[in-house]
């Protein structure tokens, strides 16, 4: 009851703090649409202004949710791997072989031939979708992130797919591992170009170039860097073979 | 490069090295090996140098302002490398170095670690030149992310729930702070702080309630990440269980990170003076509460960890009064003055840092060593170490110097910073608290010291086990499995490094002040009078009375009633929901004092 009491509490004490954001008769203000209205295609070269703002104005921003990502993947790959070296201990006596654990048995029943066949098919045409997403994202509604994530279900798609034939390079957790480290590597050193060319960080390198092509290699780089490591965060909760 | 660039290079390089230490993640173990201390390199050694450079200009008091990508200041992202950014990065960077060396010994290693470690560095640099809303935003939460996987680092079993349990209260916490940078942005249509403090002078009535709610609510998420009073309960179980290393820099470094990042924002909008002004009452009543929480702890490192809640309370305390001074008088005397209430609040800050690092490097050390976290069980620490082949006390001294810093007892930093503490908030209310904590904080020192005193016969060992907690209680502080280790020589460098560190701190402080307060803004000379009366008679006398203090209260806290007080304040109720019932009540009470 009390902890009941203290959300009652807690709600309250929020709703009232926050009242006075929510019960605004101030207009919108217009500087930043006008702004992005006039200028953001032209300056940027994205048709879609979510591209723009995200790739463009606000990169540095962008550089750290892909961080945040990048952290939050490598900890829960690391929490996975101590949690599966600590499980057989937990459980007491002999350690349990991974193969043989009844959660494993479970999982390996409910693959039939039918979603090994037809995931592995379709594993590949979504991998094609999602690159679609990635490379397009500065026409249409799109990008690196939403893109990667297509990716990585292509990827998950394969992984099923895979059960008891040759399975694709793209399911291994060591080769994710790779691409999403290069991923990152590179978007550092796409990002770093404009120190090189005296345009600073994060600007884009080229002079007299088309600024939206810098938009597109950060889309793919970004997309094929949250594609490898959402790929390997679902790969290792299929398999339980950690990195 | 320009100078914007230089300026961003503290938060890039870690980065950089950040990438290389992932790289080798799937390399070789002799190539991960050599990435790991690549990247540690570029991450944690090159960021002295744009330091190094930037700091002929900007301790003068100049700044390196800028958009990144060099884009328009109505859509890009703002960021301010000012004397406060630097000062902040030195502290950071004093820290974070020696504790990754000690890592190297006492754990946790490895690729995925190093690179954890990195971003956590780079987080820290970013966030202390933020100058925009979304953009601290996204500083604080890489910061945080990269924090909770670190706690887990060390795989006590604790450390998981404990980490758990900041990653949620931290993330409820930041979804206020989006609350606030909505109504700042709905009301101003900007983020950059300049633009939003025009913004809102724009505004019939400065913005009116709204303004202040969303500067209540940005003030009450920092002030939960800052650990300030009450807004404490996630930090001490995540500090005592982070691996040693982490938790030198989760308490020396990333509680005050974010504090010293909130002054751009108080000192510009609506209500940031009086909400400094609060936070800095809060702080100087949280010192001592503080002290007296840490001094009925029996845990080593959990005793550290209350001691930085109080600590922090000398920093908020010294800091809210200057912001306050600051918000009232942006451009006249009372800037200067208030300037200097926050030169000794970073003064303390960065002694903190250093004497806390190592702190908890040194008590991490002995009880790996003694395989014994329980400060009345542990006994006859000086030994173990010998046994553990420490020829050259180098583990006991690095403590001594830490426990004297921490003491205030001249001629090391924590003398020096909290002289300049007393002496800022002399007339003040805030003084008086902060002497009791004094008091207390000699008194749990001595305790902790007593680790190091010879064990004593059967008969008395058994008086003080009586007053060890139940098992029970204590099984997330198990200590580690083998006590026959080695003192590892990266350890041993980490701590003397620390130790000089604090040594020279001390016995620089009165140049250091200068530099620290020029900075920050002062005026010229305005530490002068201080610096002669460091050594006066009068504070010697003073820290001798605390001293004496400090034995009469730790005698005090050893009679019968004071010890069934220190276990009644150890076992007092705790839970994550009193956590998020403070902070929703700490958030609300701020907004109606602000639009009262």
Known sequence: MPTRLAALASVLAAAFALWPLFALDVAWPGTVRDYLEAKGTVESGAMNLVSAIYLGYRAYDTLGETVVLLVAVTGAIGMMAAGSALAPREAGGAPVEPARSPRREARSRQRTELIAALSGKLGAVILIFGLYVMLYGHVSPGGGFQGGVVVASGIVFLALGSHGAAPSPLVGARNLARIESAGFAILLVAACLGVASGKGFLAPPLPGGDPVSFIIVLNAVIGIKVGAGIGLLCVAMLTEEAA | ?596
């Open chain 2, 1 to 596: 490069m320009g100078m914007t660039d230089l300026a961003l290079a503290p938060a890039i390089l870690p980065l950089v090295g950040a990438a290389l230490a992932l790289a080798g993640k799937t390399a070789r173990p002799a190539s991960a090996r050599t990435l790991e201390r690549l990247g540690a390199f570029v991450g944690l050694a090159l960021p002295w140098l744009p330091l190094v450079l930037l700091a002929p200009s900007i301790l003068q008091g100049g700044a390196v302002e800028g958009f990144v990508g060099g884009w328009a200041p109505s859509v890009g992202v703002a960021f301010r490398f000012d004397g406060m950014a630097w000062l902040v990065n030195l502290l950071g960077f004093a820290v974070a170095g020696p504790a990754w060396v000690h890592a190297r010994g006492s754990g946790p290693r490895g690729s995925a670690f190093t690179a954890l470690y990195l971003v956590q560095a780079s987080a820290l640099a970013a966030t202390s030149m933020a100058a925009d809303l979304f953009n601290l935003f996204v500083c604080l939460e890489v910061l945080g992310m990269a924090s909770y996987v670190l706690v887990t680092e060390s795989g006590k079993p604790g450390a998981y729930l404990a980490s758990f349990s900041y990653l949620m209260v931290s993330a409820a916490a930041m979804v206020f702070f989006l609350l606030g940078v909505y109504g700042l942005y709905r009301l101003t249509g900007a983020l950059e702080y300049g633009a939003v403090a025009r913004g809102l002078s724009a505004l019939p009535d400065s913005g009116g309630h709204a303004a202040l709610a969303s500067v209540a609510a940005i003030a009450a998420a920092i002030a939960l990440r800052t650990a300030v009073m009450p807004l404490y309960g996630w930090l001490p179980e995540a500090h005592a269980l982070a691996p040693h290393a982490v938790s030198a820099v989760l308490s020396g470094v990333l509680i005050k990170t974010p504090l010293f990042a909130l002054t751009r924002i108080l000192v510009l909008l609506p209500g940031g003076g009086e909400t400094g002004a609060i936070l800095g009452a809060a702080g100087a009543i949280a010192a001592p509460i503080g002290v007296v929480i840490a001094l009925s702890q029996t845990d080593a490192k959990r005793l550290l960890a209350y001691h930085s809640i109080s600590q922090i309370g000398y920093v908020v305390a010294a800091w809210g009064a200057g912001v306050a001074l600051i918000a009232a008088d942006p451009d006249g005397a009372g800037a200067s003055a208030g300037a200097v209430l926050v030169a000794a609040a970073y003064l303390h800050a960065l002694a903190h840092a250093l004497f806390k690092g190592l702190l908890f490097l040194s008590v991490g050390t002995v009880t790996d060593v003694a395989a014994e976290r329980d400060v009345y069980r542990l006994r006859g620490a000086g030994r173990a170490l010998r046994r553990a082949g420490e020829r050259l006390p180098v583990t006991t001294l690095a403590f001594a110097v830490g426990a004297l810093s921490i003491m205030a007892i001249p001629p090391f930093n924590g003398y020096a910073s909290k002289a300049a503490l007393s002496a800022a908030l002399k007339g003040r209310w805030q003084y008086w608290t902060l002497l009791a904590a004094s008091v207390g904080t000699v008194a749990s020192f001595i305790k902790l010291s007593l680790v190091f005193r010879r064990p004593k016969p059967a008969a008395s060992t058994e008086t003080f086990s009586e007053e060890a907690p139940p098992a029970v209680a204590d099984t997330a502080t198990e200590a580690p499995e083998s006590g026959a280790e080695k003192v590892p020589i990266s350890a041993k460098l980490a701590t003397a490094t620390l130790a000089a560190a604090c040594l020279a701190g001390g016995l620089a402080a009165p140049r250091l002040y200068r530099v620290v307060a020029t900075a920050l803004g002062a005026a010229p000379g305005a530490t002068d009078a201080w610096s002669a009366a460091l050594y006066a008679p009068a504070e010697l006398l003073k820290t001798a009375g605390l001293a004496a203090g400090g034995l009469a209260l730790f005698a005090l806290a050893r009679t019968a009633p004071g010890k069934a007080l220190a276990s009644a304040i150890r076992n007092r109720p705790r839970g994550f929901h009193g956590l998020f019932l403070a902070l929703c009540l700490g958030m609300a009470a701020l907004t109606a004092w602000l639009i009262r």
